[in-house]
């Protein structure tokens, strides 16, 4: 029988001001870091010296540098559907498509990295969960095509046509994007829930 005494494992309090600073400094670290190298080439250490936090802080907060990339991707989905709400509103469908074009080309290079990196499965992930959340709101007790379909079909599109036009000259324009949304994703879903009900 070991007479060590149990440790107990430091977990940190995600609302503790601390906390949210260091999370935030290490994800702000990380996004400069990217700009110059690819994500293989970065180590946690490089992170936490751009950061200014200690290397234990870093493993407070998170297990792996793609879990904090993780993390920086589903705060990104969170803020571009923040933006981005009315998309699906009958009344200025071109005006909204062109908003959430703009979110994303405000900040083209980091959507890039995270659209190419391991961060693209958690911000489809997050983006799918909203999405079905939003679509429940909505339309709660459709019997047509179940929700969770829709949403998961809603999610695959966008993420497709923002990747394949990030890989386009920086130039595109940005009205085309909006186009593809449009005729891609926003008609068909139109054409299955109609628009939507406030």
């Not at 940190?12 to 935030?24: E, M, N, T």
């Not at 110059?36 to 540098?65: C, H, M, N, W």
């Not at 079905?132 to 179940?146: L, R, T």
């Not at 449009?182 to 139109?190: Q, R, S």
Request: with cysteine; hydrophobic share 45%.
């Amino acid at each position: 029988m070991s007479t060590k005494p149990a440790t107990r494992k430091r977990i940190s309090r995600p609302h503790d001001l601390r906390v949210v600073k260091s999370r935030a400094a290490l994800g702000q670290a990380l996004l400069r870091l990217i700009e110059t190298r690819a994500l293989e080439q970065i180590t946690i250490k490089d992170i936490t010296t751009e950061a200014g936090v200690s290397y234990p802080v870093f493993f407070r907060q998170f297990s792996s540098k793609e879990e904090l990339l993780a993390d920086i991707a589903a705060e990104e989905v969170r803020n571009l559907l923040a933006h981005t709400y009315p998309l699906f509103d009958v009344a200025a469908p071109s005006d909204n498509l062109i908003a959430f074009c703009l979110v994303v080309e405000r900040r083209k290079a980091l959507w890039r990295t995270l659209l190419t990196t391991g961060a693209a499965s958690a911000m489809r992930n997050e983006f799918k969960r909203i999405a079905a959340e939003i679509g429940n709101d909505q339309h709660p007790g459709d019997p047509g095509v179940p929700v969770e379909l829709a949403s998961a079909f809603v999610t695959s599109s966008i993420f497709e046509i923002l990747t394949w036009w990030l890989n386009q000259p920086d130039d595109y324009p940005l009205e085309d994007v909006a186009s593809l949304v449009d005729g891609l994703v926003v008609a068909p879903v139109f054409r299955v829930y109609g628009p939507r009900s406030d």
